[in-house]
Each structure stands twice: as structure tokens, then as C-alpha cells.
């Protein structure tokens, strides 16, 4: 099942080409940001309903509306750090995460706006991102999974060099976190584990990864960031990238991250400084990142890292 807000906050089930309004299940006075976390938590209550609304012919072309957000305003957005082995492997690295503040969240076809900043680039993360079920605290790794509601997919972008540490400088600009372009529910992606990732900038192919690639798993996200902060319906975790294929964005660009049975989420960027960076993926940064896995196996040392645009970067990238 895929849930989505539409239209400026209708609830709706997607159901092929097709996006069902399902306002009749939740209370409409409340906030656009909550309708969709109180669903979650009442899924069992509603879930007959939903699966008819899906079976129904009711509903309007999706092509006729516009997708919002599905979490516009997560009460948590917690953002995995790294978490990919870069295809090459090494030690398996404690979990970290940050948190990027809700008020950078956009749907599909929003745009970035990239901020009169010094920033070194701007870059762009694809990530397969969980939505919690049900409140967690202090979960087993070992049960964790059944804690996850169902998946999105955000795109991470990142002010390169405007900070020592990943955080609220280079990652939570308002417009800096694209979400969705709905939910699907855990139980229609199935396992997780092997899904491929890909993002395009103007039809061509950066990002091109699967979360076999991942460090540590959803299970232990979950479980690490439960022993810290209690979970609610609704919450977000996004699981980290993948840095081979990383390039920077753009004034005119347009952007597609597309998951393995989650679908595509769609958006474009804007500068009013009107900055320009090469558009070639970033090849230094990609060795740099393997460089650093391979350190952790102690086998080869890191190299300084130098981005492509020939600015030195204050910060490693996340």
C-alpha cells in the first residue's frame, strides 16, 4: 500500500495511476504534518478501509494533482552517517547518526534552493529512508523490524565546507531534505536489503547503488537510535549513502532519485547567486570515501581529500 498527501494535505492512498482521497479516516482539523503519522499510528484501526479505498475506481489521475510531502513536518528526521561500505568493504564502523531539521522537508517536484552560503558545492545524497510504525524505546536489534512502518526516499543535500561536523550548517537549509513521493508500507517492499538505488541529474546517471551495500543494517539503526530518543509513529530514519557517483547541484537542474518498489522522487534546483561547479561526478571525493574504508582495514592510508571543483573542502563529506 502507498499513503500520500496531496493537494495541500488530503491523506490518499496511490493506487496505480490513481491516488485515492481517504480524508474520511483521519480528523482534517488537525495539522497538514500530522494526518499522516496519526494514520500510521492507528493503521490497524484503518487498514480494511485503506485496502478498499485501494481496490476501489474511485480516485483521480495522479498525474492531475500535486504530490505534498508524505511526512512534511517528521517530529524526528535522523540521517545515518556514511553507512555504506563504498563497494569495497572494511571494518564495520560503530552506527552515527545526526539530525536534519523537519523544516528542510519538500515532496515531489518541490525545489531547492540553495543558499548565498560559502559553500564549497552543493551535493546531492540518495537515500532509502524508514518510517517508524509505532513507538520504540530501547528496542532489541532483533526485533526492530517490527517497529518499521514502510519506506520513502529522500535525497540528503549537503552544503559541502560550511561545517566541521555533519548537522544543521550544511544539511538542514530550509528546502534541503526532498521526501517521498509516498510511503509504501513494509509489507508490499518486502525485505530491504537488496534494493537498488538510483539518482540522475538531467538524465544522467550518478548515484547507482544497492542497499546490500549498507554498514549496518536497518535493524541496528533503529535499535541504536532508540537507545537514545524514543521513536513515534511517523519519525524517519534515513540510511545513508553511498558517496561513489556523488556530483554537485546546480541552478536549472532537474533531479530524479528512483528505489526499488518505492517509485521516484522528482525535484529541481535553483540559485539565485547563480554559482557553477563542474558537472562531472566527483571522483575525488568517491576515492577519498574508499580510501577512508580501506584505512579502517588497515591497509591503505587516506588521501587528503580534494573536490573536483578545485575548492578545498573544510570538512570531510558525510
Not at 237 to 257: A, F, K
Request: aromatic fraction near 6%; charged fraction near 20%; proline fraction near 7%.
Amino acid at each position: 500500500m502507498r499513503l500520500a498527501l496531496f493537494n495541500g494535505g488530503k491523506p490518499g492512498v496511490v493506487t496505480g495511476d490513481r491516488v485515492v482521497d481517504v480524508s474520511h479516516l483521519v480528523d482534517t482539523a488537525q495539522p497538514a504534518r500530522d494526518l499522516l503519522p496519526s494514520l500510521i499510528g492507528s493503521f490497524a484501526d484503518h487498514r480494511q478501509a485503506l485496502e478498499a479505498a485501494a481496490r476501489s475506481d474511485n480516485g483521480v489521475p495522479l498525474a492531475s494533482v500535486t504530490l505534498d510531502a508524505p511526512l512534511p513536518r517528521p517530529t524526528k528526521l535522523l540521517c545515518a552517517l556514511g553507512n555504506y561500505l563504498e563497494g569495497v568493504g572494511g571494518e564495520i564502523k560503530p552506527v552515527g547518526m545526526f539530525l536534519k531539521a523537519s523544516t528542510s522537508v519538500i515532496g515531489h517536484g518541490g525545489v531547492v534552493r540553495l543558499p548565498d552560503v560559502p559553500a564549497s558545492v552543493f551535493q546531492h545524497e540518495a537515500e532509502l529512508a524508514v518510517v517508524i510504525g509505532r513507538r520504540a524505546h530501547q528496542v532489541l536489534e532483533s526485533e526492530a523490524m517490527d517497529y518499521v512502518f514502510g519506506y520513502t526516499a529522500l535525497i540528503d543535500v549537503s552544503a559541502r565546507g560550511v561545517s566541521q561536523a555533519a548537522g544543521l550548517a550544511d544539511k538542514s537549509f530550509d528546502t534541503f531534505g526532498p521526501l517521498g513521493p509516498w510511503i509504501v508500507t513494509a509489507d508490499e517492499v518486502g525485505d530491504a536489503s537488496d534494493l537498488a538505488i538510483r539518482l540522475w541529474v538531467n538524465d544522467h546517471l550518478r548515484q547507482d547503488y544497492r542497499t546490500s551495500d549498507m554498514e549496518n543494517p536497518i535493524a541496528r539503526l533503529i535499535w541504536w537510535a532508540s537507545s537514545i530518543t524514543t521513536l513515534e509513529p511517523g519519525d524517519v530514519i534515513s540510511c545513508g549513502t553511498n558517496h561513489q557517483g556523488l556530483g554537485p547541484l546546480q541552478d536549472g537542474d532537474h533531479v530524479r532519485l528512483t528505489i526499488d518498489k518505492i517509485g521516484s522522487l522528482e525535484v529541481t534546483v535553483q540559485d539565485p547567486v547563480g554559482r557553477t561547479w563542474p558537472s562531472e561526478i566527483d571522483t575525488d571525493l568517491a576515492a577519498h570515501m574508499r580510501a577512508q574504508r580501506l584505512s579502517s582495514a588497515h591497509l591503505t592510508p587516506p588521501a587528503p581529500y580534494r573536490p573536483n571543483a578545485g575548492i578545498e573542502l573544510h570538512a570531510a563529506a558525510e
